[in-house]
């Protein structure tokens, strides 16, 4: 019995070692492309309950990070240097806004070479996007083959004893690897990056019309370029480009 127990215990330990490190290697290197965009820019957290928070953002794959230009004064008495907003907190996102004129000149420049980049793009970037956007579509039946194999190994083979055993395991870095993709393939989106569309955002009980370039999506955030944004009525429009959340807002029209 001591013979068979050993071999078993040393397997779950090397399973839950290799789950748990390809777990922290690729959550460490998974950050959302659109957030990505606006790294080590001065940029605007609108929250969906009004609140306003600006700094230089730092992007990780736990959250973000708003490094304020000075440290402010809470109304407690105590100083604060930023504001995190962790991942379970995005929901809370109305927007992610990037304005022209907080950037630095370097960094107007990288956004400049960025839009004319991505506006109407030349046949060589639209080729690279085709082929990664054909690793996107086999990405589920790459996934269904991978589920099929080990259902048929586990029956199969003198390995399937012990596959079984650390089914937990062997899902866990499973869905590791698929999800490290990070990018959910929409047809009806794919046709329009690099073109002018109109951007539908819900604002509350308000739905708020922005015309703008799409440049890119993600599973959860679509990122459009050179929109006149206003915060609000009172205020006036200042050029931006901004990544908003899918749950709330929509690519509705083509625009040119």
Known sequence: MLAVTIPYTAITIIFIVLATGLGAFIRRRSRDKCLRDFEANMATLEDKAGKVVWGRLRVESTGLEFIYHEKQQDTQGHYEASYILYKHEFPNIGAVIRYLDDLSEPNKKKRQRALKAIYHPGLCRRFKRKLLNVFKTVRDSVAEIVNLLMSQAKKATP???????????VSQMK???MGSVGTSYEPLLERY????VVLELIKGEEIHEHCGVLKNYTAEFIEIMDVDYKPNEDK???KADMIVPRKHAVVRHLAE
């Open 159 to 169: 390995a399937g004893r012990v596959l079984t055993s650390q089914d937990k395991y």
């Open 175 to 177: 869905d590791e690897l």
């Open 193 to 196: 990056i690099g073109r002018k």
């Open 236 to 238: 006036p429009a200042r």
